[in-house]
Nanobody, 116 residues
Framework: QVQLVESGGGLVQPGESLRLSCAAS????????MGWYRQAPGKQRELVAR???????NYADSVKGRFTISRDNTKKMVYLQMNSLKAEDTAVYYC??????????WGQGTQVTVSS
């Protein structure tokens, strides 16, 4: 059974940076699209960034130029480098593995709080 475990969240001030990590278990990793989503209080979960198996990336407009998603297939890891953080980036961030008909897999989430 595949499990995703996020780490790296925390409390930072506006303008600072954080790097989120997601470790995946399971024998197959490289073929799947991996993504980061976030959910702020009272809001729906939204896509932040995703990286396809060939390395192509997509970003939400709100994070373009500030966030970078990357993956290391040998380590079964996906990362989200977040720079120039803003208060509106405050949310629980979830790692996602898109497995099509097999069903998506989600991590437990990691809290990111941006506040002065």
């Amino acid at each position: 059974q595949v499990q995703l475990v996020e780490s790296g969240g925390g409390l930072v001030q506006p303008g600072e940076s954080l790097r989120l990590s997601c470790a995946a278990s399971g024998s197959i990793f490289s073929i799947y699209t991996m993504g980061w989503y976030r959910q702020a209080p009272g809001k729906q979960r939204e896509l932040v960034a995703r990286i396809i198996n060939d390395g192509r990336t997509n970003y939400a407009d709100s994070v373009k130029g500030r966030f970078t998603i990357s993956r290391d297939n040998t380590k079964k890891m996906v990362y989200l480098q977040m720079n120039s953080l803003k208060a509106e980036d405050t949310a629980v961030y979830y790692c996602n593995q898109a497995r099509g008909r097999l069903g998506d897999v989600w991590g437990q989430g990691t809290q990111v709080t941006v506040s002065s």
